[in-house]
Nanobody, 126 residues
Framework: QLQLVESGGGLVQPGESLRLSCAAS????????IGWFRQAPGKEREGVSCISNADLTGGYANSVKGRFTISNDDAKNTVYLQMNSLKPEDTAVYYCALIRGRYYDCSIQAHWYDFWGQGTQVTVSS
């Protein structure tokens, strides 16, 4: 059974950094794409970043471009989201999602993904 587990969230001050992890277990496919999404209270879910392990070129929302970096460790079936220069508006529950298959592109549209993690809270506040 495929499972996604996010970790690395926490409380930080503006300008600080966090690294989120999304670990996939129970994978039966060598290839997949993973996306990161976030949802703040009272707001719609927003796509943040994505990566395909067939391509490794990450995609980013404009709101995080230049501050966030996505990367993949195939040996661990884990995707990381390095978040630098965090702002209060980055505060949200962050979710990772996965789609199995060999893709040379990825999407930050939620409907593209089949499996979702439970989320990890990120709070940016002074």
């Amino acid at each position: 059974q495929l499972q996604l587990v996010e970790s690395g969230g926490g409380l930080v001050q503006p300008g600080e950094s966090l690294r989120l992890s999304c670990a996939a277990s129970g994978l039966t496919s060598d290839y997949y794409a993973i996306g990161w999404f976030r949802q703040a209270p009272g707001k719609e879910r927003e796509g943040v970043s994505c990566i395909s392990n067939a391509d490794l070129t990450g995609g980013y929302a404009n709101s995080v471009k230049g501050r966030f970096t996505i990367s993949n460790d195939d040996a661990k079936n884990t995707v990381y989201l390095q978040m630098n220069s965090l702002k209060p508006e980055d505060t949200a529950v962050y979710y990772c999602a996965l789609i199995r298959g060999r893709y040379y592109d990825c999407s930050i549209q939620a409907h593209w993904y089949d499996f979702w993690g439970q989320g990890t809270q990120v709070t940016v506040s002074s």
